[in-house]
């Protein structure tokens, strides 16, 4: 079938895992168990769109492992292999929707897009703000090309990279601290005011083909762990992760990157054992910068650690995980740099868009 935005029907397959869009109350709290069809008959189908559901998992979102985030990776390939797909719909629980949006735009190489939405209220509630989410996820999915993989959510488009989870129960849970929304959509329009920046992206790593949640005997994944520094912070989990294991670290440190003496020297200690650092920070908005020696970021970096720029803790943590599954990466110096690039983003950036009319429907059928 000939894809066109000019009256002929868009294919959206939507991928459903779980998370408070799928909730229903169990006696004493809420947990994730309606299927992605029944998620689906809560919402109207904007005009000229079909729907194809795929029930992948059905878990709470603070349940997600790397393992299923992978297994979510492939699926996305594997849909993406049919050329009459025109977009992809992934409804996700909220608490590491961030994390998983991320990894997906890591190696995200197709012009459709995916768009990841959830809800902040249960499933089946009167005031849910399921329906109008994924409405408006369906709507940006058929409509947009080339922006990489997205985050709905109230009305707001925002770009994967750099977006988290910003509130915890409003219904305007997401936003990039440090830079604008991509765009905004309501009453069947979608605006793009800007191109998202993203680096090149990789290639499905070979972990992805044979990820299952939950799958007995499989190769175990790396281990990345996130360490916050704080007053009175010393280097006790940070050397204590490097004895799990860990082949990555986030460092969560303060300010715009830093910590102490000892824990520089923890540092550099764990980079002389192969371990890939990262330093990010416990504020929400704003880059790192090499300001301050004392344990401070000028030290960090001379011990071996990389800046995440305004990435934050648990993005940070998906770009070392990607890292260190890459087969690009490697191990040593190709590893470094690899990840420096994924931390560093665009390898271009394009000007903003001009606002006022639906861009994204312009550029969906250049």
Known sequence: MKRTHDGETRRIVVISTGGTIASRWQGTGYAADASGSDVLATAPLPEGVAVEVVDLFNVNSSRMTAAHQLALLRTVHETFADPGVDGIVITHGTDTLEETAFLLDLHHTDARPVVLTGAQRPFGTGDGDGPGNLYDALQVASTVRDLGVLVVFDGRVHAARGTVKYRTLAADAFSDPT????????????????????????????????????????????????????????????????????????????????????????????????????????????????????????????????????????????????????????????????????LDGPVRAEPALATGGSRSAVAARA
């Open 179 to 342: 830079a604008e929304r991509l765009g905004r959509v309501g009453f069947s329009r979608v605006d793009i005011e800007r191109q998202p920046e993203r680096p090149a992206p990789l290639p499905l790593p070979a972990a992805a083909r044979t990820a299952e949640p939950g799958a007995t005997g499989a190769a175990p994944l790396p281990r990345v762990d996130i360490v916050t520094h704080h007053s009175d912070g010393d280097p006790f989990l940070l050397n204590a992760a490097v004895a799990a294991g860990a082949r990555g670290i986030v460092l969560v440190a303060t300010g715009a990157g830093n910590a102490t003496p000892e824990i520089a020297a923890a540092v550099a200690n764990a980079v002389a054992r192969g371990v890939l650092v990262a330093v990010t920070t416990r504020v929400p908005s704003g880059p790192l910068a090499e300001i301050y020696t004392g344990g401070g970021a000028v030290d960090l970096v001379a011990a071996g650690a990389l800046l995440t720029g305004t990435l934050r803790a648990a993005q940070a943590r998906i770009a070392l995980l990607a890292t260190l599954l890459s087969e690009e990466g490697g191990t040593g110096a190709h590893a470094t740099a690899l990840l420096r690039r994924l």
